[in-house]
């Protein structure tokens, strides 16, 4: 699973997907608030914050579990991003990789940090004899949207809304 990707920009630099370490905790949690950039204006950031910030630690605390992952990109010693996720059963009865986060540290983004992410993602995915990867992502994150769309992947449903004043 260890991946080393070169920099593009910078040949002298390298970046590291692997997988988690304990040792990585506190620095993976640090970025969990990123998970709350896109989120709709309408939710209570407090509540949206405690929520991103359980998941991210209940991914850890699972990390290593034969359906669970977590990787992390290391880049010059430190952690750049990290992704996570499950096997999970869809509806329909097929098992897929389900991304459960997906965090790029700001000093890290535009350099392919969440591209070697997902790539890490999708090479488990085969793996594990799987064809399907889903993620969730808020309508409202464009960015995130484009970038997986980038990726190849399509949207499939939609949530709808409807706040009472």
Do not use: C
Not at 80 to 102: I, K, N, T
Not at 141 to 160: M, Q, W
């Amino acid at each position: 699973m260890p991946r080393t990707v070169n920099h593009p920009t910078d040949k002298l630099r390298t970046m590291h997907i692997r997988q988690y370490e304990e040792a990585d905790r506190s620095a993976v949690l640090a970025l969990a608030p990123r998970l709350t950039e896109g989120v709709a204006p309408w939710r209570p950031p407090s509540g949206v914050l405690a929520a991103v910030t359980g998941w991210v630690a209940d991914a850890l605390h699972h990390a290593g579990e034969p359906d669970r992952f977590v990787f992390v990109a290391e880049d010059g010693g430190d952690i750049a991003g990290f992704v996570s996720g499950e096997q999970r059963a869809h509806w329909s009865g097929d098992r897929e990789l389900y991304v459960g986060e997906l965090v790029v540290s700001p000093q890290h983004e535009g350099r392919g940090v969440g591209r070697a992410l997902m790539d890490a993602v999708t090479d488990h995915a085969r793996q594990q004899g799987l064809v399907t990867i889903t993620l969730d992502t808020g309508a409202a994150n464009t960015n995130a949207r484009t970038f997986y769309s980038h990726l190849g992947f399509a949207e499939e449903d939609v949530k709808l809304t409807k706040t009472l004043s």
